[in-house]
């Protein structure tokens, strides 16, 4: 913990990727990182990085995989789950191809991929965690599979191209704020016939659809429609 933390003088990282962990707080106040170089992208997405403040992408944006910087992205496929914060503010990357055996997306595991214009989750994951895709703002195209059952607090918060999104019929739980700040947002379709439940005790959904497009609209099944009404977090858009 705190290992690195405040050396201003350091500006690049190599073969962080061989470390396989790396605890709270590492590289915080790196704030001259400009960045990192790896030789294998399973080892980087099955890293374990304490918070986002170990990642050093959390300051240098860059990410070189065998010299040539990220843009476009192929993850193995041996890897079943993309860790915490495993792509945490590569504002290069603009495209990922995740393959069928990853079954969980970890917390804000992409988030700030700013350069991020669309996203194809595989119908193997169940998981979308806590900020995965927040401030992807040019992000315009995802598409959630229908094997997801929990999305967490702010996923695809401040995804501000995306117009449409559709809320799989397997999904069961929800956390706070999920697409809040899409603001070009104006069509959601909620598949599942029971109102998806809060993920987290003492919490309400609050600001689930908040500051999307004027006028959007929240489509549900016909014989739901009651049920949305009355359901916590969601009679706010009753």
Partial sequence: ENSFESCSGLTSVTNLDSVGKVENNA??????????????????????????????????????LNGK????????????????????????????????????????AFYGCSSLTSIEIPSSVTSIRNDAFEGCFNLANVTIPNGVTSIGDRAFSWCEK???????ENVTELGDFVFNGCKKLESVYCRPITPPSQMYENTDNAGLFSQNAEGRKIYVPNESVDAYKSAQGWSLYA
Avoid: H, Q, R
């Avoid at 993850?75 to 069928?100: G, Q, R």
């Avoid at 995306?162 to 799989?168: G, M, S």
């Fill in 27 to 64: 590289f915080i106040n790196c704030n001259n990182i400009k960045s990192v170089y790896i030789t294998d992208i399973a080892a980087w997405c099955n890293m374990d990085f304490g918070n986002e403040y170990s990642n050093p992408l959390y300051y240098a944006k860059n990410l070189y």
């Fill in 69 to 108: 910087i990220v843009t476009e992205l192929v993850i193995p496929d041996d890897v079943t789950e993309i860790k915490d914060y495993a792509l945490y503010n590569c504002k290069s990357l603009k495209s990922v191809n995740i393959p069928e055996n990853v079954t969980s997306i970890g917390n804000g």
């Fill in 162 to 168: 995306i117009t449409t999104i559709t809320i799989p």
